[in-house]
C-alpha cells in the first residue's frame, strides 16, 4: 500500500467520516480506501451492520470478510447510507438530519467522485451561489439573473454549525422534477468541517424541501472522494435520471475546484477578497478557525 502522510490534527482525527455508500458495498466483502493519510478498510456484514479498520497487508478488496480476522477496529456507524469511521475518539452521534426518516423520500448516493482539492476548499464551492449562472449555465442559474440577494447568515454555538437562510436564486432547471424556470430558495447548514447540507424548494410540495448532502472523505490534506446524499421528493423519475442529474451539476464543479490555488483553504481573512456574495465563506472560514482545524487549511497568522 502507498506510504501516506499521517494526519496530527486532533480536530479533524475525532470527527466521523464517510467511507462508502452502503448500498454499493456488496455483504461479506472487504472494500479498501484512505482517510486522513491512513489506509483504512471497511465492511458491511450480512445482517447490515458496519465495521471499520486499519488496513493490513494481504486483505485486500474484494476479499471475504470475517469479522474475527479485525484486530484493529475503529469506530464505524452506518448513517444516511453510509459507512462512517474516526481515526481519533468521535462523539457518540453524528449530526442530525430528520429528513432522512420521511418514507417518502428517494434516498440514494447520487456518485462518489475523486477530487484532487482540500475537503475545506470544496465545501466553500457547495456553498458558492454566485458561480450558478456561468458553471451551471440553463441549469442552476442563467443570465442576466446573476445577482446573490442578501441573506443571513449564522453561526449557532448550541448546534455547532453554520447556518444560511433566505437564499434565492432564479434557476433555469433546479432538479429533474421542475417544470420550468423559477425562483427557488436555499437553506444552507454546515454540520460538520467536511460536510454540508443544502435544502431547496421542492417543485412537488411547496410545503417541504428537497435534501442535498455533500459529504467528503478527506484522503489527505489535498484530495478527497465526495460522497453526493439524495433524499428528495419525486415519485416519478427512475433512480439514474436523478443521480444523472447530479452527476452532471459536480462533473462542471470539479474541474472549478481543482484549478482553486492554493488547493488549501487559507483562513487568514485578508488572504483572498470578499464580496457580499461570500457571507457563508467568510462565516465557515472564521467557525473553522475557531475550531483549531489545521488539516486541509492554511492556518491564519497569529
Not at 477530487?115 to 441549469?139: K, W
Amino acid at each position: 500500500m502507498q506510504q501516506q502522510k499521517r494526519c496530527s490534527d486532533p480536530v479533524a482525527l475525532n470527527l466521523w467520516h464517510p467511507l462508502g455508500a452502503v448500498a454499493e458495498v456488496p455483504a461479506g466483502i472487504v472494500a479498501n480506501t484512505v482517510l486522513l493519510g491512513e489506509d483504512v478498510s471497511f465492511a458491511v456484514g450480512a445482517d447490515g451492520a458496519v465495521f471499520a479498520w486499519r488496513s493490513r497487508a494481504g486483505l485486500r478488496t474484494g476479499d471475504r470478510f470475517e469479522p474475527s480476522a479485525v484486530d484493529t477496529a475503529l469506530p464505524a456507524k452506518s448513517a444516511y447510507g453510509y459507512v462512517w469511521t474516526s481515526l481519533g475518539v468521535p462523539t457518540e452521534d453524528l449530526f442530525p438530519i430528520p429528513e432522512y426518516a420521511e418514507s417518502d423520500r428517494r434516498k440514494l448516493n447520487a456518485a462518489t467522485f475523486g477530487v484532487n482539492v482540500s475537503a475545506p476548499r470544496a465545501i466553500e464551492n457547495f456553498l458558492d451561489m454566485g458561480h450558478f449562472p456561468y458553471v451551471h449555465t440553463d441549469i442552476l442559474g442563467v443570465e442576466p439573473h446573476t445577482e446573490v440577494k442578501e441573506y443571513d447568515v449564522e453561526i449557532s454555538v448550541g448546534r455547532d454549525e453554520i447556518l444560511a437562510t433566505r437564499c434565492r436564486f432564479y434557476q433555469a432547471m433546479a432538479s429533474v422534477a421542475s417544470g420550468g424556470g423559477a425562483d427557488v430558495e436555499y437553506v444552507y447548514r454546515v454540520p460538520h468541517p467536511f460536510c454540508s447540507v443544502l435544502y431547496k424548494s421542492s417543485p412537488l410540495d411547496e410545503t417541504r424541501m428537497d435534501v442535498i448532502a455533500v459529504f467528503l472523505q478527506p484522503l489527505d490534506e489535498e484530495r478527497i472522494r465526495a460522497h453526493m446524499m439524495l433524499c428528495v421528493l419525486d415519485d416519478t423519475n427512475a433512480d439514474k435520471i436523478i443521480k444523472r442529474f447530479q452527476q452532471t451539476i459536480f462533473g462542471q464543479d470539479k474541474p472549478i475546484l481543482e484549478n482553486q490555488f492554493p488547493k488549501r483553504l487559507p483562513l487568514d481573512p485578508r488572504a483572498e477578497t470578499p464580496i457580499r456574495a461570500d457571507k457563508s465563506a467568510i462565516a465557515y472560514r472564521r467557525w473553522l478557525s475557531q475550531k483549531g482545524l489545521t488539516y486541509g487549511v492554511i492556518p491564519a497568522a497569529n
